[in-house]
């Protein structure tokens, strides 16, 4: 069965760091660009971050820039969110999303979700 | 505020036809292919409809979707009870170089 399961959420405080994890299974992982995808308690969906198949690439939402960061290994089967600087407005529900690739230009979509890791950053 | 637009909220009785709205610009939906994600209650959102059109394999055929110009939309024919949920449109934005979602719309059974 073709998988994604995240952990690693929690409450931290502002200011604090937080590692997400993203265990991978079911399906060739390394031939897979992924991404994180966040969802705030009662609000919509929000992209993230994405990195290459490789790991030798990777883009963020500006609400995050800087203060991410997102990795893999590949040999691990996982996928990873650093946050570092964590603010009240990060508080959301964490996705981890797999990449489909169905053709043309921009032939891009999100087919495989992980069941989410919910993050709270609270003093 | 996100970058496309949904109405926040959709309707409708069983077996009617519902339909969703998603407003966007030259750098998002007029320029790349939409995708609609449906998120039930408590759950993670799964694909919808991708490539502005297309259904991935299991999703009935009462779901459509369509797309001209800077607009899409999904429209959900013979409603079903089972079919209440939140409903997210998403596109790549080239000026943003990231991807963007509408801010959701809940369907309602009544």
């Known amino acids: 069965e073709v998988q994604l399961v995240e952990s690693g959420g929690g409450l931290v405080q502002p200011g604090g760091s937080l590692r997400l994890s993203c265990a991978a299974s079911?399906?060739?992982?390394?031939?897979?660009?992924m991404h994180w995808v966040r969802q705030g308690p009662g609000k919509g969906l929000e992209w993230v971050s994405f990195?290459?198949?490789?790991?030798?690439?990777?883009y963020y939402a500006d609400s995050v820039k800087g203060r991410f960061t997102i990795s893999r290994d590949n040999a691990k089967n996982s996928l990873y969110l650093q946050m570092n600087s964590l603010r009240a407005e990060d508080t959301a529900v964490y996705y981890c999303?797999?990449?489909?690739?169905?053709?043309?230009?921009?032939?891009?979509?999100?087919?495989?979700w992980g069941q989410g890791t919910m993050v709270t950053v609270s003093s | 505020q996100s970058v496309l637009t949904q109405p926040p909220s959709a309707s409708g009785t069983p077996g009617q036809r519902v339909t969703i709205s998603c407003s966007g610009s030259?750098?998002?939906?007029?320029?790349?292919?939409v995708n609609w994600y449906q998120q039930l209650p408590g759950t993670a959102p799964q694909l919808l409809i991708y490539?502005?059109?297309q259904r991935p394999s299991g999703v009935p055929d009462r779901f459509s979707g369509s797309k001209s110009g800077t607009s899409a939309s999904l429209a959900i024919s013979g409603l079903q009870s089972e079919d209440e949920a939140d409903y997210y449109c998403?596109?790549?934005?080239?000026?943003?170089?990231?991807?963007?979602f509408g801010g959701g719309t809940k369907v309602t059974v009544l």
């Open positions: 999303a797999r990449q489909f690739y169905y053709g043309g230009q921009s032939g891009l979509a999100f087919d495989i």
């Open positions: 079911g399906f060739t992982f390394s031939s897979y660009e």
């Open positions: 990195i290459s198949s490789s790991g030798g690439t990777m």
């Open positions: 030259s750098s998002n939906i007029r320029s790349n292919t």
């Open positions: 490539g502005n059109n």
């Open positions: 998403a596109a790549w934005d080239d000026s943003l170089f990231g991807w963007v």
